[in-house]
């Protein structure tokens, strides 16, 4: 018997009280979890990844339109996931071979893969043609020659879509915007009709399609919509032009996840109804037939799926000025504060419901001034010892992580209505080595160190 949380306290999904009244994620006790797997360590509820799936399904299959929904693998992907996402019916965005790699290791199929990335290898062509990727989405006329080549020397037919600059800017934070006119992603939007023969008498490319994906952590369905605009206009245009139909439209991941109470809030379902309405009615106004329509999220479906647990081991306090709370992690395993300014909220765990009476700076344990998590939150009066959760943690925190000051990357665990698993084992310092050689100059007399 679990006990509903009170919303007034705390409003996120997947929370309540377990039957010994302690906080618990998809069933299973936050402070049992860090005993068992220690601190730091990311945990990430299998519903919620399951729902925040299904909600983008069950938006789309309302709409009467085909489609396709890509879970974006960057914002975060191991063996587990791609096996879930499988079981889910979702298609894959990738940016490497290394994310393809992975992805047929955890059993997805290679046909609902799609490769992106603005600089893709030879080597990584060749390997995604070789395993059969279903589609290249190509980024630039570099690309598309090896591409063709590569299709050539294989004797292979490839899907391809073609990556597009709309020219259309957003209102997030500057490192995460790709659709503004000089973005480093794709093929100017002023250039691509020129460009279109050279995609279309490719002897072993099948055009499928065009792509955007103009940035991220949007709530805003304004430039969605100017987006869709801009794309539409394109497909127009190609069948004006060159009576080549375009069979699929891309626009991209992009929702916004909840950090904190005081960000905004787009229901994954308002998205997908208001981009479909969209699109529907731009293509009826250009006497379009609606193309299938894709799109990509990642931060939507995985960010509040993840939490992660710290525990402090110091507190300091400079008289008068600041009051830090020094957790066992910061910046390797979560580096979004010190890149985006990005913002957090966070719990102690073993004193939950306890009043909040003093105004801290949860700083991390790595050698940089700017390894801070929060700058100011109000807390508990906290102890080391203490038990913290951050929220919202599962969206490029593993993905990004780092081994900064030689400390390994923390476990990832999957809860699921009370059962616990590790999906990534703990780093540990000979799995942190395991590569590093001494070249054999340095040690030609049989010594290591200093004569
Ligand atoms: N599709 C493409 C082509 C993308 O480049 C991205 C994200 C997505 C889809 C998924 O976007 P999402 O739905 O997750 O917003 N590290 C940054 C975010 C970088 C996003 C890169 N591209 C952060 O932590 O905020």
Request: aromatic content about 10%.
């Amino acid at each position: 018997m679990t006990i509903a949380l009170d919303k007034e306290i705390i409003s996120r999904k997947g929370f309540e009280f377990d039957e010994e009244n302690k906080l618990a994620f998809d069933g299973c006790c936050l402070e049992k979890l860090a005993k068992k797997y220690g601190t730091p360590s990311y945990i990430f509820s299998e519903n919620m990844i399951r729902e925040q799936c299904q909600e983008h399904i069950k938006a789309f299959d309302k709409c009467n339109i085909d489609y396709e929904v890509l879970y974006a693998g960057k914002a975060f992907l191991v063996q587990a996931m791609a096996h879930i996402l499988n079981e889910e019916s979702m298609s894959l965005d990738v940016s490497s071979a290394g994310e393809i790699y992975m992805a047929l290791e955890g059993g997805f199929p290679a046909e609902r893969i799609y490769f992106h990335g603005n600089n893709k290898s030879k080597e990584e062509l060749n390997f995604a043609l070789e395993r059969n990727v279903g589609t290249i989405i190509i980024d630039n006329f570099c690309e598309l020659e090896s591409l063709e080549q590569i299709a050539n020397k294989l004797n292979k037919k490839v899907n391809i879509m073609v990556r597009i600059i709309p020219g259309v800017d957003t209102h997030t934070n500057e490192k995460i915007k790709t659709g503004q006119v000089d973005s480093k992603f794709g093929i100017p939007i002023r250039d691509f009709l020129d460009f279109f023969p050279e995609i279309i008498t490719k002897n072993h490319l099948i055009y499928q399609g065009i792509h955007c994906h103009i940035g991220s952590q949007l709530f805003d369905m304004q430039s969605y919509h100017l987006a869709a605009k801009e794309m539409i206009e394109t497909i127009k245009s190609i069948e004006d032009k060159y009576r080549v139909k375009t069979n699929m439209l891309n626009l991209g991941g992009g929702l916004g996840a909840r950090y904190t109470q005081k960000d905004p809030y787009l229901s994954i379902s308002d998205y997908v109804h208001q981009l479909v309405k969209k699109v529907k009615e731009i293509c009826s106004k250009k006497q379009l037939a609606v193309p299938k329509l894709l799109v990509e999220p990642g931060r939507s479906i995985i960010a509040e799926a993840g939490i992660t647990l710290y525990s402090i081991g110091a507190i300091k306090e400079i008289k008068g000025l600041k009051k830090y709370l020094i957790v066992d992690g910061g910046m390797a395993d979560n580096p979004r504060p010190s890149l985006y300014d990005a913002r957090y909220e966070a719990l102690i765990v073993n004193k939950f419901g306890e009043e909040a009476v003093e105004n801290v700076t949860v700083a991390g344990k790595y050698c940089e001034s700017g390894d801070v998590l929060i700058d100011n939150i109000k807390l508990p009066q906290a102890e080391c010892g203490d038990l913290l959760v951050f929220f919202t943690t599962g969206a490029y925190h593993y993905a990004m992580s780092s081994n900064y000051n030689g400390f390994p990357r923390p476990p990832v665990i999957l809860v699921n209505k009370g059962m616990d698993g590790l999906m990534v084992k703990g780093e540990t310092y000979q799995y942190l080595n395991q590569n590093h050689i001494i070249p054999e100059w340095l040690n030609h007399n049989g010594t290591h160190g200093a004569k």
